[in-house]
């Protein structure tokens, strides 16, 4: 659990550059990917920036992440599958069903 900033940014330029599949959860989606949350942050895009550019550097097949429950759904972005696959709705109501991917 790093805070966004330098740290964060050094964590994420680790991820490995022949990664196939990412799954994240704790630091939040990338940013204005699933990410927008109306509960608690009134409808704002929260998703992380460098997290952002570092899966923009990558070849990835699909980056799978949670952490904001309605920004829910299956997304492209070029050739990447993106999957906020969340299975709670706001309310940690587990509500929304399994998401298959086919990579």
């Given at each position: 659990?790093?805070?966004?900033?330098?740290?964060?940014?050094?964590?994420?330029?680790?991820?490995?550059?022949?990664?196939?599949?990412l799954?994240?959860?704790?630091?939040?989606?990338?940013?204005?990917?699933?990410?927008?949350?109306?509960?608690?942050?009134?409808?704002?895009?929260?998703?992380?920036?460098?997290?952002?550019?570092?899966?923009?550097?990558?070849?990835?097949?699909?980056?799978?992440?949670?952490?904001?429950?309605?920004?829910?759904r299956?997304?492209?972005?070029?050739?990447?599958?993106?999957?906020?696959?969340?299975?709670?709705?706001?309310?940690?109501?587990?509500?929304?069903?399994?998401?298959?991917?086919?990579?």
């Amino acid at each position: 659990m790093l805070d966004r900033g330098q740290a964060l940014h050094d964590r994420w330029m680790q991820i490995p550059e022949d990664t196939d599949a990412l799954m994240t959860h704790s630091y939040s989606p990338p940013k204005n990917i699933g990410d927008e949350a109306s509960m608690v942050f009134r409808c704002q895009n929260v998703g992380c920036v460098d997290l952002l550019h570092r899966i923009e550097q990558l070849l990835l097949k699909a980056h799978i992440f949670g952490h904001i429950h309605e920004g829910y759904r299956q997304y492209l972005r070029g050739k990447t599958q993106l999957n906020n696959a969340s299975i709670c709705f706001v309310r940690y109501e587990p509500t929304n069903p399994a998401i298959v991917l086919h990579i």
